[in-house]
């Protein structure tokens, strides 16, 4: 489910307007059935400002598609911002854009894809998050799979300025898959964006992504086979890796001090 669909064009005019947040709001509400709090209506009143510089460039299409709150069907987890349109090689794209309103208060964990905000606590890398996302939709999206749409994890942490701990070689693994952007990055982030979406799709990408029904893919049902036979498959999605990875680091201890 889509809160929040235009163009480019229509996104940046929404901004311009100061349209925006309030049709993120009035959408929220009519098609989720409640309303939000006020930090996130915060967090649409100041990240899609530094996303509409973003894509605010002649080389991304007019009528590429704009998707901000896709919520993945059968979760409550949503996507903050998706940009859709055609590759270089005319395949269907979304670029898929984790949001995050952090400045520079974050520290390494011993557990893999999991870090310390001095607000939240421990969460989830913003790349292993992203990342674990586009790999649900591949997994369980038949439009995916069937029209062969490529997507394109990333991460934006637009009030974070360069630090040893977000690209972190500790995170590699998830970096290479979800490339993180931070505040002196905007520009090469619109090259990113730029060299996956070269061509407009008049939305009809993100029509496919939200009407495409639930299906388990093949490489999902290799992956139970293989889970099957004591492998470790599944991707988990933010409280689920949380309490993985904790459990995971409690049993190590335990071990050592016996």
């Known amino acids: 489910m889509i809160v929040y669909s235009s163009t480019k064009k229509g996104f940046l005019l929404d901004v311009l307007a100061g349209h925006v947040e309030k049709q993120i709001l009035t959408s929220f509400v009519r098609e989720l059935g409640h309303t939000t709090g006020k930090s996130e209506l915060a967090s649409w009143r100041h990240s899609m400002p530094y996303m509409s510089n973003v894509v605010n460039h002649p080389d991304i299409p007019d009528n590429a598609g704009i998707a901000i709150e896709y919520k993945i069907p059968q979760t409550s987890k949503r996507i903050d911002f998706i940009l859709t349109g055609m590759n270089p090689d005319n395949i269907g794209t979304a670029v898929l854009i984790?949001?995050?309103?952090?400045?520079?208060?974050?520290?390494?964990?011993?557990?893999?894809?999991?870090?310390?905000?001095?607000?939240?606590?421990?969460?989830?890398?913003?790349?292993?998050?992203?990342?674990?996302?586009?790999?649900?939709?591949?997994?369980?999206?038949?439009?995916?799979?069937?029209?062969?749409?490529?997507?394109?994890?990333?991460?934006?942490?637009?009030?974070?300025?360069?630090?040893?701990?977000?690209?972190?070689?500790?995170?590699?693994?998830?970096?290479?898959?979800?490339?993180?952007?931070?505040?002196?990055?905007?520009?090469?982030?619109q090259k990113f964006l730029i060299k996956h979406v070269k061509y407009g799709d008049k939305g009809d990408v993100l029509y496919a992504i939200e009407k495409g029904k639930i299906k388990p893919s093949k490489a999902l049902s290799d992956s139970l086979s293989s889970m099957l036979q004591g492998n470790q498959e599944f991707i988990l999605i933010d409280e689920q890796k949380l309490v993985n990875e904790t459990a995971l680091k409690l049993a190590r201890e335990s071990n050592e001090k016996n």
């Open 98 to 189: 984790e949001l995050k309103q952090w400045s520079n208060g974050v520290q390494i964990t011993e557990k893999d894809g999991i870090l310390t905000t001095d607000f939240f606590g421990e969460v989830n890398h913003p790349s292993y998050q992203v990342w674990s996302y586009a790999t649900l939709l591949e997994d369980y999206n038949a439009n995916v799979q069937e029209q062969d749409i490529s997507l394109i994890p990333c991460a934006y942490l637009h009030n974070c300025e360069l630090n040893d701990v977000m690209r972190n070689d500790f995170y590699k693994e998830y970096l290479d898959r979800a490339p993180v952007f931070l505040l002196p990055d905007a520009l090469k982030l």
